[in-house]
């Protein structure tokens, strides 16, 4: 029974070797993995030549997918590498070109650009990507523009083990990021290379036919409309957003598996209808496989519209494995070719194997296909009454409905919890009121209206189109505003999520009833101890810093609130500002008044004096000075004092009080010395 399954697990340990790159601390050398890689194929081929027993040939083939996965890993980090810019401490001035608009920041509008020249920094040095936040309304992909702003590397993490921005920005040769201080100015620059003018003038049909979406369906339904159809999600209002995330259908304005499968489906189900209602045509040719190149054509299309965010690619390269296999004769959905795609994604983009998107999409496709591997075949009869008929077929489609959405929400579950810390107690509701509107007539009508639009026909469709953005929105904002929908959790150790991911997968790959021993590692994100929280938090510079105080953190200042939001969250505790009395606090510095604080803060580029740094030391357990101190006086020996050779060094840090002490816990202990590792000061995060 398991002896087909077995090949199966080669995806696993391939994806495994590429997290296994991801976690080191250090970076390795690419001449061992390459060396130690081709030993172990060439180790596995020879076993197979010589028939050695099946035990030895999957040991080894598992064992050269672990270092496979590592090289690959490791080479395209090799290949991705660009220049990263400097901290800068003044701003400065940025000639590009606009390559795209990106989703909306806190702050404003976010673009994507094409840097050809940087004031203050040699050509050579001049990033690949930069993504700028502009004031007013983003520029056109395409045009040339010139940008007054501060400007640095892309930041660390806001704490040790969140999300870590500069990583993605690596693998993006996204090379840093611009705070705009003024207006969007036009810019005459030289003519760019011929990728990058293929580039801005796909991603210019696209914005163009957002722009006609929203002015055609309204801002509010419009927005959700160009998020599904071309990925821009700028006219998406925050309330919106931040329903759809409370009720569990955000994954639904992100371009990935959902969108791909219906927009494919809808191709391949439309050209194999239009090839059997032409029977001289439908004798001499198979209309299954026409419909399967129909449904190709349709999913690299979308794919090109959609912009081909890395979501995208990885649904497209599942859907289009899956009309491979009709051409091929072999089944579309199974499990190998799951593994497949899985396998040809992180050949591509190695990279997927630490996102969430990638996670959560193949855990649940994999346990779908597990559940349609043990789902009873209906049994035909022979004559039924249709009436009978449509109601046997109408309650089977609700049960099997209610069962994959079931199943796939507790596949993604550990993820969302880990990654998220939050969980839609109402999701699987929303999901099932949501999934036929989106399936069956939503996205059909998208896809269609957005094709029949440039020649006036797409309005009827479009129409459609908009009642069912307006219907879903009313679902999520219906299910956010219930009692209790958001449940909150902090993060689990980094430990847990694999040891789920690989539960999950056992369920999923074991073939009897012994898969259920899977289930407790499946619940290792929900059931792992969690750690003591940490009593003080200290951002990356100083410049803003915590302090808990039972289930909330004392923030100091007000700046930079996402980076204290996001280690909150983190921990699951809430976010409250800290009292104005008993407190002594300047343009750069913030101390108690009276007795001795937890902490105090000095985030001035120059240093302070000794008098002020030993008020500091008296006034605080901890100290955190942004600049570099040389010589502490003598009211700081019994103060833990931490500098900017500190943070530029190490990022942000989280303190716990021992016996013996402050225990400390910095982003480069859990980051490591890694490429896409720049430390510096940075002053827009």
């Known amino acids: 029974m398991q002896s087909l399954r077995w090949p199966l697990w080669s995806a696993v340990f391939f994806g495994s070797g590429c997290a296994i790159y991801f976690g080191l601390k250090t970076e390795p050398s690419i001449v061992p993995l390459f060396l130690m890689a081709f030993l172990s194929i060439s180790a596995w081929l020879l076993a197979k030549w010589r028939g050695a027993a099946r035990v030895v040939t999957l040991s080894l083939l598992m064992v050269t997918c672990v270092l496979s996965g590592m090289w690959v890993a490791k080479a395209r980090s090799d290949a991705v590498a660009a220049p990263i810019v400097p901290s800068m401490t003044k701003p400065t001035l940025v000639e590009a070109y606009v390559i795209d608009v990106d989703s909306p920041g806190a702050r404003g509008h976010r673009v994507v650009l094409a840097p050809v020249q940087i004031r203050g920094i040699a050509p050579e040095d001049v990033p690949h990507r930069l993504r700028a936040t502009v004031k007013g309304a983003p520029p056109s992909p395409g045009e040339a523009v010139s940008i007054y702003g501060l400007l640095n590397p892309p930041p660390a993490p806001a704490s040790p083990g969140a999300y870590d921005f500069g990583r993605m920005a690596w693998f993006e040769s996204l090379g840093g990021v611009l705070f705009g201080l003024g207006e969007t100015r036009e810019a005459r620059l030289s003519l760019p290379p011929w990728r990058v003018r293929l580039e801005m ?44 995330r409370d009720s569990g259908l955000a994954h639904i304005l992100s371009i990935s598996g959902l969108h791909m499968a219906v927009v494919g489906g809808f191709a391949f189900f439309l050209v194999r209808l239009l090839v059997a209602l032409w029977p001289w045509l439908a004798l001499r040719i198979s209309g299954k496989k026409v419909a399967a190149v129909g449904g190709l054509l349709a999913v690299g299309a979308y794919l090109v519209i959609s912009g081909a965010p890395p979501p995208a690619e990885r649904a497209a390269v599942t859907a289009s494995i899956a009309f491979i296999a009709i051409l091929l004769d072999r089944r579309a959905i199974s499990m190998r070719a799951l593994a497949a795609a899985a396998f040809v994604v992180l050949l591509m983009r190695p990279e997927s194997v630490i996102a969430p998107g990638f996670q959560m999409s193949f855990a649940a496709t994999a346990a779908l296909v597990a559940l349609s591997e043990i789902w009873p075949r209906r049994i035909k009869e022979i004559n039924t009454p249709w009436p009978i008929a449509v109601i046997q077929r109408a309650g089977s489609w609700a049960v099997a409905a209610v069962a994959a959405s079931l199943v796939a929400g507790l596949a993604t579950g550990p993820f969302v919890m880990h990654h998220f810390n939050r969980t839609s107690m109402y999701g699987l509701v929303a999901n099932m009121a949501s999934a036929p509107l989106a399936d069956l007539i939503m996205l059909p009508s998208l896809a269609l209206g957005a094709l029949l639009e440039p020649v006036g026909l797409g309005a009827p469709f479009l129409w459609l189109a908009g009642q069912g953005v307006g219907f879903m929105l009313a679902i999520g904002h219906l299910a956010a505003s219930l009692p209790g929908a958001v449940h909150t959790m902090p993060s689990a150790p980094a430990v847990a999520l694999p040891v789920a991911f690989a539960g999950i997968l056992f369920m999923c790959l074991w073939r009897g009833w012994l898969r259920v021993l899977g289930l407790p590692l499946a619940c290792a994100v929900l059931l792992w101890p969690r750690p003591h929280v940490p009593d003080i938090w200290i951002g990356d510079a100083a410049t803003n810093a915590a302090v808990v105080r039972g289930h909330e953190a004392e923030v100091l200042r007000k700046v930079r609130a996402f980076a204290s939001t996001m280690w909150a969250q983190r921990w699951d505790i809430d976010v409250t500002q800290r009292p104005k009395e008993g407190w002594k606090c300047g343009r750069t510095y913030c101390r108690a008044l009276v007795g001795q604080a937890p902490v105090a803060l000095w985030w001035g580029r120059a240093s302070p004096d000794q008098d002020v740094l030993a008020a500091m030391c008296k006034a605080a357990e901890v100290v955190a000075v942004r600049s570099v101190v040389t010589v502490l006086p003598a009211e700081c020996k019994a103060t833990l004092v931490l500098d900017g050779q500190d943070f530029a060094s190490k990022g942000a840090v989280e303190l716990w009080r021992t016996d013996r002490g402050w225990r400390a816990l910095w982003v480069r202990d859990v980051r490591g010395e890694r490429p896409w590792s720049r430390w510096g000061d940075p002053d827009y995060q």
């Open 201 to 244: 003038k796909i991603n210019a049909v696209r914005f163009a036919m957002a722009e006609r979406l929203v002015q055609r369906l309204g801002e509010q339904r419009g927005g959700i409309a160009a998020a599904m159809v071309t990925g821009h999600e700028t006219w998406i209002g925050q309330q919106d957003l931040q329903a759809m």
